[in-house]
């Protein structure tokens, strides 16, 4: 599927930070069907049994994912999670490429639903997940924070194309 942009990373997100020494360093692609896609390797740290990834990492990202696809369509609206179901089907090992991707389900003035997956990159779903946000203004979420300083990477990497 074509990319139509990347989204930016954020300094210290355990997801997507750039500046995060343990962090996942996640990219985000907006996709031309309106979906957010993930490009991504997760590594030693994040593991939970050995050669598996710690669910609570799976649904970090997955959580980052479906939180971020909201600014596909409306790119300056923030939003919080009020809750998440995930299915653990395979196991996501550490160490290898991964890609996720996420789509709006239900949106409204106030809130919205998406679904989530991440899949191997022979395709197959490893974990799927489904979560209801709140739409909030950026103070309220962030207080004296600036988002835009803290969302300060935008690193073109020349991603034209991810396939499902």
Known sequence: MKVIKK?????NCIICGLDNPIGVKANFYELEDGSLASLFSFSLEHQSYPERVHG????????????????????????????????????VPYGENLKARAEITFNSLRG??????????????????TAKYVKLPEKV??????????MAYLIEDGVTEINF
Not at 7 to 11: G, H, L, R, V
Not at 59 to 85: C, F, H, K, N
Not at 142 to 147: E, Q
């Open 56 to 91: 609570g990492m799976s649904s970090a990202l997955l959580d980052e994912l479906m939180g971020r696809v909201i600014w596909v369509t409306e790119p300056t609206t923030y939003a919080v999670t009020t809750s998440m179901q995930v299915s653990f089907r395979k196991p």
């Open 112 to 129: 919205y639903s998406a679904k989530g997956e991440i899949y191997n990159m022979n395709g197959e779903t490893l974990v799927s997940a």
């Open 141 to 150: 979420i962030t207080k004296n924070f600036d988002m835009h300083e803290e």
């Open 7 to 11: 989204q930016k990373n954020s300094k």
